[in-house]
């Protein structure tokens, strides 16, 4: 089956600090992978994603690499802002028309002035 | 990009009654919405695929006659908790999938259901 394992949050960091959000799949077929952000009280939004191996996807000063060799999809940022607080899932989807995705858990960062 | 409401926003309800949350796609056509739900502190579980025109497709575990999902047009559907419980307290969320390539989910923002 389809599976999505994300770092364990909560994650706690200072202005200006590297962010690491660790993200690995299990899939049946070809994935495409996904990077989604919660406001809090909000839905989902995509920051970013990549639907082959190889692809960096960038959104926001985030950037995310798809590496089938370590079925890894690690979301990275230089410097977070405060602004940057937030629940970031990792996802995946197998499916062409009408994709379901399978989401990770869910990594709860919140940044501090 | 592409923008998808829910209304209402919130919502409370004595337990027995039913509540309906609509989901809309507002400037594309989505022949597929899902619904979700979302308990505190925790990911998104896939309650049910919408598809217009044809009965809901409802993941193991989600009562069907609880959960009335009806996706009526082509940017409608809509979620009735029916006889709620205060167990049934969740934030829902729906998405819906652009109907070409690269079929992406953009997600509503959200109902907050409180059974009282």
């Known amino acids: 089956g389809n599976s999505v394992t994300q770092m364990e949050g909560p994650v706690t960091l200072s202005e200006e600090a590297f962010l690491t959000i660790n993200c690995t799949y299990t899939a049946t077929g070809y994935p495409s992978l996904f990077w989604y952000v919660q406001y809090p009280g909000e839905g989902l939004q995509l920051l970013l994603k990549a639907t082959k191996a190889d692809d960096k996807g960038s959104n926001k000063g985030f950037e995310a690499t798809y590496r089938k060799e370590t079925t890894s999809f690690h979301l990275e940022k230089g410097s977070v802002q405060v602004s940057d607080s937030a629940v970031y899932f990792c996802a995946l989807s197998v499916e062409t028309s009408g994709s379901r995705l399978t989401f990770g858990e869910g990594t709860q960062l919140t940044v501090n002035p | ?116």
């Open chain 2, 1 to 116: 990009g592409a923008v998808v409401s829910q209304h209402p926003s919130r919502v409370i309800c004595k337990s027995g009654t039913s509540v309906k949350i609509e989901c809309r796609s507002l400037d594309f056509q989505a022949t597929t919405m899902f619904w979700y739900r979302q308990f505190p502190k925790q990911s998104l579980m896939l309650m049910a695929t919408s598809n217009e025109g044809s009965k809901a497709t409802y993941e193991q575990g989600v009562e069907k006659d609880k959960f009335l999902i009806n996706h009526a047009s082509l940017t409608l559907s809509t979620l009735t908790v029916t006889s709620a419980h205060p167990e049934d307290s969740s934030f829902y969320i729906c998405s819906a999938t652009t109907p070409v390539a690269p079929y992406e989910q953009y997600f509503g923002p959200g109902t907050r259901l409180t059974v009282t």
